[in-house]
């Protein structure tokens, strides 16, 4: 079982910069991928970025640019740092960790943080 708890959220201005954290508890697999997703009021949940166990990152088209995502693997911990805040960006941000098994796959997801951007 894993646990997640997120960080971070908050009100900022458009322009401005928050940093999101997850901190995982928990059975984490050596092969695993941690990211971040969001889902803003009336919209389907979204992926926003990505981050393997071995390094590799994947944003969503929206995010590229703006935002960073990366992990300590000693704390099992991921961050999203957000850079040029847009209202677009405005929504619940959910933590997410995926165990790679060999004939599996399972998730694990936080409560969420709250992001809300002002024009």
């Known amino acids: 079982q894993v646990q997640l708890v997120e960080s971070g959220g908050g009100l900022v201005q458009a322009g401005g910069s928050l940093r999101l954290s997850c901190a995982a508890h928990?059975?984490?697999?050596?092969?695993?991928?941690m990211g971040w997703y969001r889902q803003a009021p009336e919209k389907q949940r979204e992926l926003v970025a990505t981050?393997?166990?071995?390094?590799?990152?994947s944003y969503e088209n929206s995010a590229k640019g703006r935002f960073t995502i990366s992990r300590d693997n000693a704390r099992n911990t991921v961050y999203l740092q957000m850079n040029s805040l847009k209202p677009e960006d405005t929504a619940v941000y959910y933590c997410?960790?995926?165990?790679?098994?060999?004939?599996?796959?399972?998730?694990?997801w936080g409560s969420g943080t709250r992001v809300t951007v002002s024009s």
């Open positions: 928990g059975s984490i697999f050596k092969n695993n991928a």
């Open positions: 997410k960790v995926q165990n790679r098994f060999p004939n599996s796959i399972v998730d694990y």
């Open positions: 981050i393997t166990s071995g390094g590799s990152t």
